[in-house]
């Protein structure tokens, strides 16, 4: 909720939704999420997210502002699991179907960490082991690697196996922005969102193209 650039923008209103409860719902289409789980921040500003979680009935995990490896590991901790995808909050129109095809990813072969890069900005995830994401909050020293949960992996590539999701010539469109950072961005995202038959079931490929006709 304290975001600089556009306080409060996780509870903004897209396509009827507020962002976050746009986002939980479309990841409960994930197959291979057993569960959602909200790491949030233990500031007063952050209890409307609490109860938005209660509301949708997510559970909710709260921790330090400015490390987010120890909020995950306090969620580790509560919900122990193989296998942990990051989503971040101000991405409404993450992908379900690559959240099932990163977690296959890191189950069949092995990996320590995966991720996919050239999506349109703002629908996309990665996946840790929980080996990976214990070591991490053990080794990562700096406050960079502390608040942004993939730092101390991609600082360290030779330490892990690190894999990239193999993606189709249509969902290599990095050049498309539907992240919330900035107002400009809430409108952009509110556009595209009118443009969806639903917003919380639009595929990527959905995204992609109300994004191509908004512009």
């Known amino acids: 909720m304290g975001s600089t650039r556009l306080p409060g923008k996780v509870l903004a209103d897209i396509g009827g939704h507020p962002l976050l409860a746009l986002l939980c719902k479309?990841?409960?289409?994930a197959r291979k999420a057993d569960r959602i789980v909200?790491?949030?921040t233990e500031l007063p500003g952050d209890d409307q997210l609490e109860l938005l979680g209660q509301e949708l009935l997510v559970p909710v995990i709260r921790g330090e502002e400015c490390?987010?490896?120890?909020?995950f590991m306090r969620v580790m901790q509560a919900f122990p699991a193989d296998i942990v995808v990051r989503v971040t909050a101000d991405n409404p129109f993450t992908d379900p179907q690559l959240v099932d095809r990163i977690v296959a990813m890191v189950e069949q072969q092995g990996m320590d960490y995966a991720h996919a890069q050239g999506t349109p900005i703002g629908t996309s995830v990665d996946a840790y082991s929980a080996?990976?994401?214990?070591?991490t909050f053990a080794e990562a020293t700096t406050p960079y690697q502390q608040e942004h949960l993939n730092a101390y992996v991609l600082d360290n590539p030779s330490l892990f196996r690190i894999g990239c999701l193999p993606l189709s010539p249509g969902e290599r469109r990095s050049d498309i922005r539907v992240t919330v950072d900035t107002a400009e961005d809430l409108l952009r995202v509110r556009r595209v969102a009118?443009?969806?038959p639903d917003p919380v079931s639009a595929s990527l490929s959905d995204v992609?193209?109300?994004y191509d006709l908004s512009v």
Do not use: F, N, Q
Request: avoid cysteine.
């Open 67 to 71: 490390s987010l490896t120890a909020r």
């Open 26 to 29: 479309r990841l409960r289409l």
């Open 131 to 135: 080996a990976t994401l214990r070591r």
């Open 194 to 196: 009118r443009l969806l």
């Open 38 to 40: 909200l790491a949030i």
């Open 208 to 210: 992609i193209k109300a």
